[in-house]
């Protein structure tokens, strides 16, 4: 069992920037992702980090979102810099299963409760 708990959301200008941080317990290894929801949309995923550290992004976010984790810590981020209005939504930190190679499994089994970013014109 895993808890997900997100934090750093806020208001913006766009071109600002924000950091989301999601503390998770347990010392368990997993995938560690970021979604998102827009409102009227569905959730849709960020970005993640396997067990070697590799990191994936959505195209739209890529360049401009970093995913990161501190392993001491048990707490993953997302900075995020040249926010965009179209950026606004709540964020998600999600935990899933790795596969044997370490690389993230593609299913998510635990959620955060989110935290919202909302970037202004």
């Known amino acids: 069992q895993v808890q997900l708990v997100e934090s750093g959301g806020g208001s913006v200008q766009s071109g600002g920037s924000l950091r989301l941080s999601c503390s998770a317990s347990?010392?368990?290894?997993?995938?560690m992702g970021w979604f998102r929801q827009a409102p009227g949309k569905g959730r849709v995923w960020v970005a993640d980090m396997d067990s070697t550290a590799t990191t994936r992004y959505a195209a739209s976010v890529k360049g401009r979102f970093t995913i990161s984790q501190d392993n001491a810590k048990n707490t993953l981020y997302l900075q995020m810099n040249s926010l965009k209005p179209e950026d606004t939504a709540m964020y998600y930190c999600?935990?899933?299963?790795?596969?044997?190679?370490?690389?993230?499994?593609?299913?998510?089994?635990?959620w955060g409760q989110g935290t919202q970013v909302t970037v202004s014109s």
């Open positions: 999600a935990a899933g299963p790795l596969l044997l190679s370490g690389d993230c499994s593609g299913s998510w089994d635990y």
């Open positions: 347990g010392n368990s290894r997993y995938c």
